[in-house]
Structures are given as structure tokens and as C-alpha cells.
């Protein structure tokens, strides 16, 4: 009997760990994500489950769009090569400015038991969704989801002289980008400083949801709440890398039929990956 329960538990365990280690991607520029013009970066899509680690590579095939956005617009459409557990790229900006690398990837079906639902419910910190569940009476239900990833990356290019010229560089941060779901900063990111955000879904802004940050080697990320119209501050206190991340969960009152599947749950995922300088 013990045997037995040993066995579901270490089953669910492996499932939740299979749902939420794949589903967080991030872009990175590796090692830097800032640099002097001209300057090419290295770049970097990695899924893990802690910011930022990588255990599975995307595949070109499942990428919708990849560009990189300047002061004017896109730039450019990035190419992808997967490696055994990253995709990697190079971008090669000539001219000083901030950047924005986007990924968008098609959606993919995923069915999970009841159990591991509320589970991974409660590990992304969807509590609302899990409230609703509880509402409804479906916290004994299986779950049929389609979900969705959106991922942008920030790369600030400096002059070989002089300063960057910090509105031009604010407009640029400050400007959503057009993905379904984003997260954009309301201010330059700033090592000592609270750096506030705002989430947008289809461009409109929404909440409350739970946002998770944290910096390259700071161990799990925090977490913080966002008000109803999707808007936290993330409290810089440690020069490096860092991630943001956070997920919008609708319930479909009418179930979809997606490739031959039916789907009542769609979440759409949004990281934002930057560089905060000493």
C-alpha cells in the first residue's frame, strides 16, 4: 500500500514538474545583455523551472514570430537554431538605443488530472483561477488547457562616446510592443529603485494577477500582486540579470474545439528579461 501511494505521489510530482518546468521561457543575452555600439548578442531561449535555467530547447517550427523592435519598430526577424536544451540566435545592432527581442509561440494542448491541476494552479500562484474552480465545483474536474508563451527580451546598445540619451531610451522601454500578453516597465530599470510595471492583455490592462521577479543567482524569485489594472513595483536590489514573469488563466464558459479537442481553460504566459547595471 505504501508502494502504491509512493507511486501516484512520485507520478504527480513528475507531471506538475513536467507542466511547469516546460512552460517558463525567457530570451537572455549571453553573458551580457548591454554593450557598446556596434555590438552583436548572443542569444539565448531557454525553459526552465527557475530563472534561469534550461532543460528544453524550442523548436524553430513551433515559433509564431521573433523580432527585434528599435525606436522605430521592428528591426528585424530573428532566427532560432535549438541545441540540446536552448535555442540560440545572433542579433547585430548598429546603432546605439534600446531593443526589444520578442517570441511568440504557437499554442499546445496539455490534459491533466484533477489533482495535478489544482497543483499547478497553486505553484503559478493562480489562486483566483483555483477560487473559481472551487466556485464552480470543478475542483474534481480534469482540466483540458491550451496555453500560450510570449517572451521579450531587453538590449540597451551605448554610443562609443558620450551618453545614451535617456528619453529616447524611455520611450523605447515604456512602449508596449504589441504581443498579446505583456509585461512593460512604466520607467528605465534602475539598480536601488523600484521599477513599476504593467501588465497588458490584448493591450488593455489587467488584473489582478500574480507576478513573480527575481534576479540571476538571488534563488527563487518573490512574489508580488498586482492591482486591477495590472500594475505592481518590482524593487531593484541586485545588479544582473533578471526575470519577470507572470500568467492570465480564463475559464471558457462555452468550451472551444481546437484541433479536435475540447479546451475550457486557455493561459497565456508573459516574461520580461532585462539587465539591471551597478
Do not use: C
Not at 527585434?68 to 545592432?93: K, M, Y
Not at 511568440?104 to 489533482?115: C, D, K, V, W
Request: hydrophobic share 45%; proline share 7%; charged share 20%.
Amino acid at each position: 500500500m505504501r508502494g502504491r501511494l509512493l507511486s501516484i505521489s512520485l507520478a504527480l510530482w513528475l507531471g506538475l514538474m513536467a507542466v511547469a518546468g516546460a512552460h517558463h521561457l525567457w530570451l537572455i543575452g549571453e553573458p551580457h545583455m548591454t554593450g557598446t555600439v556596434p555590438t552583436a548578442f548572443r542569444l539565448e531561449a531557454r525553459t526552465g523551472n527557475e530563472f534561469p535555467e534550461t532543460e528544453v530547447a524550442i523548436q524553430p517550427a513551433r515559433i509564431e514570430r521573433s523580432q527585434v523592435i528599435g525606436p522605430t519598430g521592428p528591426v528585424s526577424d530573428v532566427h532560432w537554431q535549438a541545441l540540446q536544451d536552448r535555442s540560440v540566435a545572433e542579433v547585430r545592432l548598429e546603432a546605439p538605443g534600446a531593443y526589444w527581442v520578442t517570441m511568440e509561440l504557437r499554442p499546445r494542448f496539455i490534459a491533466l488530472s484533477a489533482q495535478e491541476f489544482n497543483e499547478y494552479l497553486k505553484h503559478e500562484g493562480l489562486t483566483a483561477i483555483l477560487e473559481l474552480r472551487r466556485k464552480l465545483g470543478l475542483l474534481d474536474r480534469a482540466a483540458h488547457e491550451l496555453y500560450a508563451k510570449y517572451a521579450k527580451a531587453l538590449l540597451v546598445v551605448r554610443p562609443t562616446e558620450g551618453d545614451l540619451g535617456g528619453p529616447a531610451v524611455a520611450a523605447v522601454i515604456t512602449k508596449p510592443v504589441g504581443l498579446k500578453i505583456e509585461i512593460v516597465p512604466q520607467g528605465v530599470p534602475q539598480l536601488g529603485t523600484e521599477l513599476p510595471i504593467q501588465v497588458l492583455f490584448e493591450g488593455q490592462p489587467v488584473g489582478p494577477l500574480q507576478v513573480f521577479a527575481g534576479a540571476e543567482g538571488a534563488g527563487p524569485a518573490a512574489v508580488f500582486s498586482t492591482d486591477a489594472r495590472g500594475r505592481v513595483r518590482i524593487p531593484l536590489n541586485r545588479p544582473g540579470r533578471w526575470n519577470v514573469r507572470t500568467i492570465h488563466m480564463i475559464h471558457l464558459k462555452e468550451p472551444l474545439q481546437w484541433e479536435d479537442r475540447t479546451v475550457e481553460w486557455i493561459s497565456y504566459w508573459a516574461t520580461l528579461t532585462m539587465e539591471v547595471s551597478s
